[in-house]
């Protein structure tokens, strides 16, 4: 294990459910990240935080919306969300963002499927 | 524009043979390379980083080298086993201020028996 849980590991969804995604770290990290990782397509940042504070977010719709109460956990919120939407949704940590040899420890992602 | 290919898409080996990965990069300034290893199912995890200097680099079977001239890196196993089958993703850091990774897309190796 990486350090880094995700939950749920799997989500099934209409396209008018709302849900979230939970992803906690126990490596005493400062930054955060989501990632989509479709079939086929290399990963694509969402967002960044470093120090509970957002510091990218990559032209993500908003029907995504991340929250960040402390640099231990990090939310993804999903509101009428499209089937082009399912992918696996992967969090990260790192110690902080702008390191050189930063390495980003991911969790095993949550599979979701819009329906 | 950054970008970092990876080839092949997919590759399939038979058991305890060697196999050898590629990714070209096209991202500047360039900081460190990084490869990782997804099994199905999980997150990606870290093989081995390169920087600049760095020619070659070793972890078990796994031994990645860099061309920073060409902008070329590879991943050679040695003596596959099952237990590599997996997606093995090049990143690339950039050398500025946002020290930013730009992905490649994947290989995707099934080792069989």
């Known amino acids: 294990e990486t350090g880094v849980t995700q939950t749920p590991r799997h989500l099934v969804m209409g396209m008018t459910n709302k849900k979230s995604l939970k992803c906690e770290q126990h490596?005493?990290?400062?930054?955060m990240y989501w990632y989509k990782q479709s079939a086929k397509k290399p990963l694509e940042l969402m967002f960044v935080y470093n120090f509970k504070e957002q510091t990218e977010n990559n032209s993500v719709p908003s029907r995504f919306s991340p929250e960040c109460p402390n640099s231990s956990h990090l939310f993804l919120h999903l509101h009428t969300l499209q089937p082009e939407d399912s992918a696996l949704y992967l969090c990260?940590?790192?110690?902080?963002?702008?390191?050189?040899?930063?390495?980003?420890?991911f969790g095993p992602g949550t599979r979701l499927t819009v329906l | 524009k950054n970008q970092v290919e990876q080839s092949p898409q997919s590759l399939i080996i038979l058991e305890g043979k060697n196999c050898t990965l590629q990714?070209?990069?096209?991202?500047?300034?360039?900081?460190?390379l990084r490869w990782y290893k997804q099994d199905t199912g999980r997150g990606p995890v870290s093989l081995t980083i390169?920087?600049?200097?760095?020619n070659t680099k070793s972890n078990g079977r796994y031994t990645a080298t860099l061309d920073a001239d060409t902008k070329q890196s590879s991943l050679h196993i040695t003596a596959s086993q099952l237990s590599d089958s997996a997606s093995y993703i090049c990143?690339?850091?950039?050398?500025?201020?946002?020290?930013?990774?730009?992905f490649g897309g994947g290989t995707r190796l099934m080792v069989k028996p």
């Open positions: 990143v690339v850091r950039t050398n500025n201020a946002g020290n930013m990774l730009t």
């Open positions: 990260a940590s790192s110690q902080e963002i702008g390191m050189r040899n930063n390495e980003q420890f």
């Open positions: 390169m920087t600049f200097s760095e």
């Open positions: 490596l005493g990290h400062n930054a």
């Open positions: 990714c070209n990069y096209t991202v500047s300034p360039f900081s460190n």
